[in-house]
């Protein structure tokens, strides 16, 4: 749960930092003000929504390799450990440690929050008067903002001054800004780590703020004497996080450089599109993806046989080469357990007369996957299947109850919940033993250490022949770990 939230929020992190850049670069130089605003809140909700989007694509587990495989091993066990107290690691404490300090500061900003509505609020009940929206103030170092539908203005300003305050406060409240700043806010809590929330949260206050001015200058006010106002009022002023301030200090410069920029035109909003790719980018590299396994074919290893058709008769082989057409023809699995000879054999055809040492002579044979060595001296290496496989003492049944039997879930991975499924390679010898046994498949280390240990246990088999003679085979066994 923990670890979840934590990565979440990094998404998150991650989206509004992406978002950002394309604003910083490309939209907030423009005096599209009303764009630039949907831009922020609508940069605010998708990198809350789209964390949480996974997309579905379909992996299955192509493994490349042909041998006996054999029926699958369960190895069930209970949750949880055995009643002592684990202690934790290293990375379970920073989990923890970094989970804390993460709450204890969204509950820090929440108070804040809380703290500046109450303030507000118990300023209305005090100082309203009936039938008006305009509240007076004494005590608090600022000219005048405005928050909650009421407007905020300081006893000592001139009649004339805050006329022209009021008049900008009122835009305010006309285009509803107020719940933007609490939206922002909110998202502050959630990401107080994030430097970029901060420069997304000054960015929405300048375009409101570019909004509010406009409407002033566009009902007669002269531009001088406006900036004259914000500049008498700048030096005296404490912001109050969840208000649109009048004469905020960080944004005055902005705001007197925008009144008199040329407006954008229309055609500049179609850098929005610019987003796309970077929401794109974004989401291919942190998005989860959802591995959906294609059904396993029902085979427990491939036949190499020869089409005896295409054989020439034997009394005409002594003087022709043997022209042997292979094909891969998979076993039933219910055939493969019982050991019948007429599905798993592979018959040769007759030796050629005389019986020359030659390339063709190999074509009756079972043939390796893997390529000869320079002598053609195939001895060595492991067939995928052979005339006669390697029998286990007791046959399939004997060789998976022994495995199951000896199979130990790791108390590491049951205290974490690991579970899966470990696919296990390893080569039947000449002389029945077990060796080069590998990792096909793993899940995590305790798992996959465990198939291998059990795997290398295994007791001497009656190895695989190939023309009356022992040669080593491949074998492959699906292990899963499973808890209840």
């Known amino acids: 749960m923990m670890s979840t939230l934590l990565i979440y929020t990094l998404k998150v992190a991650l989206y509004l930092t992406a978002f950002y850049t394309v604003y910083s670069i490309l939209l907030s130089r423009d005096t599209a003000y009303g764009r630039n605003r949907v831009f922020i809140n609508g940069s605010l909700i998708a990198s809350v929504i789209l964390p ?10 192509n493994i490349q390799f042909f041998g006996k495989l054999l029926s699958e091993v369960f190895i069930v ?7 002592s107290i684990m202690p934790l690691s290293i990375a379970e404490k920073t989990l923890y440690l970094t989970f804390f300090v993460y709450v204890a500061g969204i509950c820090l900003v ?3 929050i809380m703290a500046d509505l109450i303030n507000i609020g118990f300023l209305i009940l005090r100082k309203r008067s009936s039938g008006s929206n305009i509240i007076f103030f004494n005590g608090f170092n600022t000219s005048g903002f405005s928050a909650l539908g009421y407007i905020f203005i300081n006893a000592r300003l001139t009649p004339e001054e805050s006329k022209e305050i009021i008049r900008h406060e009122q835009n305010h409240i006309s285009q509803s800004h107020f719940p933007d ?11 107080w780590f994030n430097p970029v929330i901060y420069l997304f949260n000054r960015s929405l206050r300048a375009v409101h703020e570019f909004q509010a001015d406009k409407e002033c200058l566009s009902s007669g006010i002269n531009v001088v004497s406006y900036q004259n106002l914000l500049l008498r009022q700048v030096f005296r002023t404490r912001v109050i996080n969840l208000t649109n301030s009048f004469s905020n200090p960080s944004l005055i410069k902005k705001r007197m450089v925008m009144m008199t920029k040329k407006r954008t035109s229309a055609v500049a909003n179609l850098k929005l599109v610019s987003v796309i790719p970077a ?14 396994p294609t059904p396993e074919k029902e085979t427990d290893y491939v036949s190499l046989m020869p089409q005896q058709e295409n054989l020439p008769e034997p009394e005409d082989i002594g003087n022709k080469p043997v022209k042997t057409e292979m094909k891969i023809q998979p076993v039933n699995k219910t055939e493969t357990a019982n050991h019948e000879e007429k599905d798993t054999r592979i018959v040769p055809p007759p030796p050629p007369q005389p019986p020359p040492r030659s390339k063709t ?29 390697p029998q286990y003492p007791g046959g399939d049944g004997a060789l998976l109850q022994y495995i199951a039997q000896n199979t130990t879930y790791p108390d590491n991975a049951k205290n974490h919940n690991i579970q899966g499924r470990v696919i296990v390679r390893f080569c039947i010898t000449a002389k029945g033993t077990v060796n ?3 990792i096909i498949k793993g899940v995590s280390p305790e798992l996959d250490k465990e198939a291998i240990r059990v795997v290398k246990t295994l007791p001497d088999f009656e190895p695989g022949r190939q023309g009356g003679k022992p040669v080593p085979v491949w074998y492959m066994v699906p292990i899963t770990f499973t808890l209840k």
């Not at 066990?77 to 009643?83: E, F, N, Q, T, W």
């Not at 942190?286 to 959906?292: D, G, M």
């Not at 043939?367 to 290496?381: A, F, H, R, Y």
């Open 436 to 438: 080069q046994v590998s």
């Open 361 to 389: 002579e190999s074509a009756g044979k079972s043939v390796s996957l893997l390529p000869m060595n320079e002598n053609n001296d195939i001895k060595e290496t492991p067939f995928v299947v052979v005339e006669e496989m």
């Open 110 to 112: 929440l108070l804040k």
């Open 52 to 61: 949480l989007i996974s997309f579905y694509t379909v992996k299955p587990h």
């Open 77 to 83: 066990a209970d949750s949880g450990s055995s009643g």
């Open 279 to 292: 929401a794109m980018v974004v989401s291919m590299a942190i998005s989860a993806y959802r591995e959906i």
């Open 181 to 191: 700043i609490v939206f922002m806010e909110m998202i502050i809590a959630l990401q």
